[in-house]
């Protein structure tokens, strides 16, 4: 049930962050066409936590919003009434780079976190798309990276100590400001990856990664999907560690205009180290990608490196290259030549043209397919859905929807199946969120 | 319930063989590494996910506590029993499902004893990186349940990023998946969760386990400085300089002491604190870290420093430090053991003010640090059978542990809470954070009979610590 009382409800959220911060006109803030009668932007964490406690009174359905990049995730949203935008929560609270650790608020956006480290020499191990607008709590509340992962962690490894502010504006914490620490359960864990749907990530403290001494980009191409998945399945599997890599199909190239090659798969590696380290790492990883039968190798320095890598993880997310479809497989590494060369398939015969990136060494396939503007209808497109997913559940894998078209999201559960722990899941639900408040509906299972 | 009738239950579920339940039987499960102990009514050894199903729903049934066990090297009290019930040893379950060598996984029984199983990866070149110290006895279910470190974690990670699928059965005896062979599982990340959760949330029945390649090559390097200030300057250094080597460990001087006495390693007699710096991977990195590390700690004024690459070689330089927890036997007949944290650009001064707590206590400290994440293990020297010296060392002890927290660090790195620091978690945590991590334990179905009455603080007053009675089941070659 929506809140009916509008009226009293703006007060109420006027008073507790203050008239300057609600915004009235909504419109840019819509979640799949749901457009909520008022944003609140507090600008600290205290002002969220009374809009919070305010909001809860209603039982006001809120959505937090950190830089709008990844809105298009989720189910269908059951009820919205209020948007926390938190792009006001900015501060960097605490960097000591002795430590190798920073505390952020969760609307620092991932690029000036970056630049603030790269000051000191060092970065944080998070990669998203966008960067310039994704925001630290929207990143792990999607817990989605690019293909840079420093010795192959993921979001949820690189957290040692979360703020979070519940639905009814209690605010807590757990872990801390060390790398090392199990004192009492691991909450964060919960929120990365949460959707925002056990509470609002408002702090968040990092372990970091020194800026490796030297890095340099390899580019191979490869006439074939499989024998390009092969060299980089080879890489993984042998002493190199990138820190990144991913393969693009010739339609993913083309759309994100990463290398001028024709009709070419591509493997991209990332390697870093000392100079006599970097050396040994390119020349194995050379001869890993010649004897898989690269057509050409060729080796990427600073800007050039730097701005694969961006078109490489934006592709999808930016305006220009966001697809109809976006998928999200999840599988044993070894299982993705197999799944990869099903889905290039997938919706071909609909008119969509496919355009496939993986993260090997994550098991990570990212599935685009384009329509021209309306000429699949939401038959063709659930078809085509289900299709893909059959063929990833056949290899033993997960796929997520990362972003369809409203219509067609309606009829679906964009997470899939969540198995016998769903229950569980729900009462997490039950314990953190029992109002179902925050972000009701978009998430696994519809909770 | 009487005990005869829920004996004979047991023995119905896994078999007469399987249930002790004589006292005499079940003294050695009375206790774990730290001080605690208490008698279970009967310890049950279960070889499969089932049985273990069946006995905790029987004890759900008749409303009997449960506390799992590994093999009882835990040093915060979490496989002590509670309240008369019984223990679930999971030692009989340590088979190895598989080794999946392309896709770097193995799929592993929880009483799988955590160097069996890089041992068995090993011919594939992978092993299951974290090693702690404790690592030719305890279990990989309980290194799940306590999230463990190890020395080699600085690099590396804890437990918890190497463990991305669980298979558990809840309080109720109910058996759920959590995550896959893969990250990636939609919705909340359970496994995440449960890792840490000290047996409190469902007993682990199968560990889906990562694997690393193993290094090409590994170089061991120890320098002896004159004091601990020097040694923890050094450590900073490397670390604000751009280095994370895979190891990074400290000892003071009364700890070299105690361990040169046994060990005899041969330290110069001026030795303040040693450090022990590991770097591995490949050759060349090794080579590179390895030289800019003796750089950085030529700097700081050694006394003297010595590397090693060959295994033979660098085990002689691991021996003082390896050999300390058996040794400080000869300084005092007991000693009360932290694991507190603390950022690690402020253990110069964390380690003076510990120097300060033991002359305000009147008792010594030995040292012993994984000064690379900042985890102190300081051991305050006591003898117990003087009352007011227990008192004086348990007091020192949570003096310390106050310290910790207040520079921004934490009761425990990787001991865990258990029995032993429940009532300290005020001091980090809020009534509201607490109820919080309480909401978790409700939402995997834990009521008062998963080991119970631990992690959260019950209001008795602070209780003290002293492990030297338990190193011994960690087996030789065990230290901390
Ligand atoms: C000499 C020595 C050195 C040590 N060094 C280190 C170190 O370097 N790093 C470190 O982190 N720790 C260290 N420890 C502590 C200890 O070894 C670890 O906590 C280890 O993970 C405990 O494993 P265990 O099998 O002995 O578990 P136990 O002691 O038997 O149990 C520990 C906890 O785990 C729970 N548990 C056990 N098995 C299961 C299961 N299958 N399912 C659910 N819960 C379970 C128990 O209920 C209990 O709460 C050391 C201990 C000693 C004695």
Not at chain 1, 258 to 263: E, G, H, K, Q
Not at chain 1, 372 to 377: E, P
Not at chain 2, 30 to 34: A, I, L, T, V, W
């Given at each position: 049930m929506t809140v009916t009382d509008v009226k009293a409800l703006a007060e109420a959220l006027t008073n507790a962050v203050g008239p300057e911060n609600v915004m009235h006109e909504t419109a840019g803030y819509s979640i799949d066409g749901a457009v909520p009668s008022i944003v609140v932007l507090p600008k600290s964490i205290e002002s969220l936590s009374s809009a919070m406690a305010a909001a809860s009174e209603f039982g006001a359905a809120t959505a937090p919003w950190g830089g709008g990049t990844r809105m298009a995730l989720g189910n269908t949203i059951q009820r919205l009434d209020v948007v926390a935008d938190l792009s006001g929560l900015d501060r960097v609270v605490q960097h000591t780079p002795g430590d190798l650790t920073v505390t952020v608020e969760a609307g620092v956006t991932l690029a000036r976190l970056q630049e603030t480290l790269r000051e000191h020499s060092q970065f944080l191990g998070l990669d998203p798309p966008l960067p310039q607008r994704a925001t630290v709590g929207g990143t792990l509340a999607t817990a989605v990276s690019g293909p840079a992962k420093w010795q192959y962690m993921s979001p949820r490894d690189v957290v040692i100590g979360m703020k979070v502010v519940s639905a009814d504006g209690t605010v807590t914490k757990s872990g801390g400001q060390v790398v090392k620490n199990v004192s009492g359960y691991d909450m964060s864990r919960l929120h990365v990856g949460g959707l925002g749907t056990l509470g609002i990530i408002v702090e968040v403290s990092f372990k970091l990664t020194p800026t490796p001494r030297r890095e340099a980009t390899l580019l191979a191409s490869y006439p074939s999907t499989t024998d390009c998945l092969k060299a980089s399945l080879e890489i993984f599997g042998s002493q190199v560690v990138p820190l990144g890599m991913a393969t693009l199909d010739s339609a993913a190239n083309e759309r994100a205009g990463?290398?001028?090659?024709?009709?070419a798969r591509l493997l991209a590696v990332r390697l870093a180290g000392r100079p006599m380290t970097l050396d040994r790492q390119l020349r194995d990883s050379t001869a890993i990608c010649r004897d898989a039968g690269a057509a050409a190798v060729e080796r990427l320095d600073d800007d050039a490196a730097a701005s694969l890598w961006r078109r490489v993880s934006d592709f999808g997310w930016d305006e220009r290259t966001a697809p109809t479809i976006g998928c999200r497989a999840s599988l044993v590494p070894s299982a993705l030549p197999e799944v990869v060369a099903d889905l290039e398939q997938i919706g071909t015969s609909l008119g969509l043209t496919p355009a496939i990136v993986c993260h090997p060494a994550h098991g990570t396939v990212l599935a685009h397919w384009f329509a021209?503007?309306?000429?699949?209808?939401t038959g063709g497109l659930t078809a085509m859905l289900s299709a893909a997913g059959d063929s990833v559940r056949g290899a033993a894998g997960h796929m997520v929807i990362d972003r369809c078209p409203a219509e067609v999201k309606a009829g679906l559960d964009v997470f899939g199946d969540a198995g016998d722990s769903l229950p569980i899941m729900k009462s997490l639900k039950e314990q953190y969120d029992p109002g179902n408040l925050l972000n009701p509906g978009r998430y696994a299972g519809r909770i | 319930m009487n005990k005869r009738r829920l004996i004979k239950g047991l023995e119905r579920i896994v078999g007469r063989g399987a249930v002790l339940h004589h006292p005499d039987d079940l003294l050695v499960f009375?206790?774990?590494?730290?001080v605690d102990r208490a008698a279970p009514t009967a310890v049950v050894f279960p070889t499969s996910t089932h049985e273990v199903s069946d006995v905790v729903a029987l004890a759900h049934r008749e409303g009997i506590p449960v506390v799992p066990r590994g093999a009882g090297t835990g040093l915060s009290g979490g496989s002590i029993a509670v309240e008369g019930g019984i223990e679930i040893a999971l030692?009989?379950?340590?088979?190895?499902?598989?080794?999946d060598a392309a896709n770097r996984i193995a799929i592993v029984e929880p009483g799988l004893v955590n160097l069996d199983l890089s041992q068995a990866t090993a011919r594939f070149g992978l092993f299951f990186a974290p090693d702690p110290s404790s690592q030719r006895a305890c279990t990989i279910g309980g290194n799940v349940a306590e999230n463990a470190g190890g020395p080699h974690c600085l690099r590396y990670g804890v437990t918890t990023n190497h463990v991305i699928g669980l298979e558990v059965v809840l309080e109720d005896g109910s058996v759920v998946s959590l995550g896959d062979r893969f990250l990636g599982w939609p919705g909340y990340d359970l496994v995440g969760a449960f890792v840490g959760s000290e047996g409190t949330m469902g007993v682990v029945t199968r560990v889906v386990a990562r694997l690393l390649p193993v290094p090409q090559a590994v170089r061991t390097l120890l320098a002896v400085f004159p004091t601990v200030d020097q040694a923890s300057s050094a450590v900073s250094r490397v670390i604000g300089s751009g280095m994370v080597p895979t190891a990074l460990e400290m000892m003071d001087s009364l700890a070299i002491k105690a361990a040169d006495a046994s060990v005899?390693?041969?330290?110069?007699?001026?030795?303040g604190a040693v450090l022990l710096v590991e770097v591995d991977g490949l050759t060349e990195a090794v080579e590179e870290e390895a030289a800019e590390v003796q750089q950085v700690c030529e700097r700081h004024q050694p006394i003297e420093i010595r590397t090693a690459t060959d295994p033979l070689e660098r085990e002689k330089l691991w021996a003082a430090r390896k050999g300390v927890l058996g040794a400080l036997g000869h300084l005092a007949p007991n000693y009360s053991m932290g694991d507190g944290t603390v950022p690690r650009t402020r253990l110069p001064e964390v380690m003076a003010r510990v120097g300060e707590i033991s002359k305000e206590f009147g008792l010594p400290i030995a040292n012993v640090l994984h000064a690379g994440d900042g985890n102190l293990h300081p051991a305050v020297l006591f003898d117990e059978r003087n009352p007011d010296e227990t008192r004086r060392a348990y007091e020192a002890g949570g003096e310390i542990l106050k310290l910790c927290v207040e520079v921004g660090g934490a009761l425990t790195g990787e001991h865990g809470i258990g029995l032993e620091k429940q009532e300290y978690m005020p001091l980090m945590f809020s009534a509201d954070d607490l109820e919080a991590m309480a909401g978790l334990k409700v939402a995997f179905g834990t009521g008062d009979l998963l080991n119970p009455g631990k992690i959260f603080p019950t209001g008795k007053s602070l209780p003290g610590a002293s492990q030297s009675a338990a190193v011994g089941r960690a087996g030789a070659g065990a230290y901390i």
């Open positions: 990463v290398a001028s090659v024709d009709d021209q503007d309306g000429s699949v209808g | 009375e206790y774990d590494g730290s030692t009989r379950m340590r088979r190895i499902l598989k080794i005899h390693a041969g330290y110069p007699k001026e030795a």
